[in-house]
């Protein structure tokens, strides 16, 4: 079963500090899905087809804050730069000749590399890879126990000495 998401508790007022740990600093607000469901004018069609793949499942996990459009535009036209240079390389080929006639590799794999790498580092500042999906998620779990599930489960146990008598209850007679 998946944890319920540190939004919804928040939005359900069942949110507890010592079991959520700290809720994040939004800065700009949380945006719903209808208000980023189409993509910045600017953005060309391979980045506005990222858009669409990302925005929704970022906004329904409740990481994404208005403040973060900038750098989210920019994990969109870096995956669009990507798409690009892919292109060059798959018709061009790997190599090209250098101003000698020497074979030499193509600038496109230099900048492909560089654009993999920018893309990595954004789509690990919003979750999108599975090391920082399991960085959130342990973070989520700050301070939780399988003591505070019961508590929330079954209430708090009354939990105060008792005599043996009491125990048995009709067994063994006082003396």
């Known amino acids: 079963m998946r944890a319920k998401p ?4 928040l939005r359900d007022g069942t949110y507890r500090e010592d079991r959520h740990g700290h809720a994040p600093v939004l800065i700009g607000g949380r945006p719903g899905i209808a208000e980023l469901a ?3 004018d600017d953005l060309d069609t391979d980045a506005a087809e990222h858009w669409h793949r990302v925005v929704p499942d970022l ?3 409740g990481i ?7 750098a989210l535009m920019l994990l969109c036209e870096t995956w669009s730069d990507i798409r690009k240079q892919r292109r060059v390389l798959n018709k ?5 000749l250098g101003s000698t006639g020497q074979l030499v590799g193509h600038p496109a794999v230099r ?3 560089d654009a993999v790498a ?11 890879d599975p090391l920082a999906r399991t960085r959130l998620a342990v973070e989520g779990l700050h301070g939780l126990s399988l003591a505070s599930d019961m508590a929330d489960a079954l209430g708090t146990p009354n939990l105060q000495p008792v005599d043996a008598v009491d125990v048995i209850d009709g067994v063994a007679e006082d003396a």
């Open 111 to 113: 900048m492909l590399r």
């Open 118 to 128: 920018q893309y990595n580092a954004l789509a690990s500042a919003f979750g999108l």
């Open 92 to 96: 061009q080929g790997q190599f090209a």
């Open 59 to 61: 906004i329904r996990s």
């Open 6 to 9: 540190l939004e919804a508790h």
């Open 38 to 40: 189409e993509p910045p």
């Open 64 to 70: 994404l804050d208005r403040s973060d459009l900038p």
